[in-house]
């Protein structure tokens, strides 16, 4: 499949937008927890119940057997906004792993450096083994980065076709907390369930754009990917969705990492 590059221009101006806004973030019209009945900090999704979602699979070139799908049991208790952000934010990541995987596959030869796997490989030096992986060493952002996005393959063509276990993304608000993704690390290498939780204190966040909540997003996959944080600068799994929150552009100076890994969990 051809990659038509507006999407990606629209991609970098909406990831360019969301950093910009990061310095008006503080949300002072978030309610302090006194302020909300007991019930409203966690209701259980159960009560509410989940509907299913479909989310459209991307479908770089060389890679066989992808479902047109992947599918979500998602929480009755979003509104449908927090849903449409929750979907952009998955689809984004989807995008990126399509990017990497057509550039990698460089008309045929499968020999190409993504910009992705570039960008990861300046700046990831640290944890760049997932858990469950024991095969050659891997010794370079650049080959972290090619396993991650083969993982994402096997997550996808997983869930797609209804080999791993129903995918459940649930609701929960933590006021004052910034991670949006929450999730945790998987060891296994197949059949991973892509189950999250969305922190809707920050998806309700005006100036919280997709580039952000698809970084988060992001982050967590890797985890479901099998790599571990420490959310810091040089660790795979933050070096690698701050490329793509960048749009695989370099660091600038001036605007710290925190600025972006703050909403990883
Ligand atoms: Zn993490």
């Known amino acids: 499949m051809p990659i038509n590059i507006q999407p990606i221009l629209n991609l970098m101006q909406s990831i360019l937008q969301s950093v910009g806004q990061v310095s008006s973030l503080l949300p002072p019209f978030i309610l302090p927890p006194s302020l909300l009945p007991p019930s409203f900090i966690a209701p259980p999704s159960f009560i509410a119940g989940y509907h299913e979602i479909a989310i459209p699979v991307p479908t770089p070139p060389g890679i066989t057997g992808l479902p047109p799908f992947i599918y979500f049991d998602i929480s009755n208790l979003f509104t449908a906004a927090q849903e449409q952000n929750i979907k952009d934010a998955i689809s984004l990541v989807l995008f990126n792993w399509a990017v990497h995987l057509t550039q990698k596959w460089n008309g045929g030869l499968n020999n ?27 010794t370079n952002g650049r080959k972290a980065l090619e396993v991650a996005m083969d993982q ?29 993704v929450l999730t945790t690390t998987s060891t296994g290498q197949t059949r991973v369930p892509l189950n999250f939780i969305i922190n809707v204190a920050q998806l309700n966040n005006p100036g919280i754009g997709v580039g952000i909540t698809g970084g988060s997003m992001f982050h967590a996959w890797l985890h479901r990917a099998g790599f571990t944080d420490s959310n810091a600068t040089s660790y795979f799994i933050t070096e690698c969705p701050m490329c793509v929150m960048r749009g695989y ?13 703050r909403y990883f969990a």
């Open 112 to 138: 190409g450096i993504s910009q992705l796997a570039a960008c990861s490989n300046t700046y990831a030096t640290k944890n760049l083994r997932p858990i469950w992986y024991n095969g050659v060493a891997i």
């Open 152 to 180: 994402f393959t096997q997550m996808i063509k997983d869930n797609g076709l209804r080999k791993s276990p129903r995918a459940r993304i649930d609701w929960i608000t933590i006021p004052f907390y910034d991670p949006i």
């Open 249 to 261: 552009q370099p660091k600038i100076p001036s605007i710290p990492d925190s600025t972006f890994y």
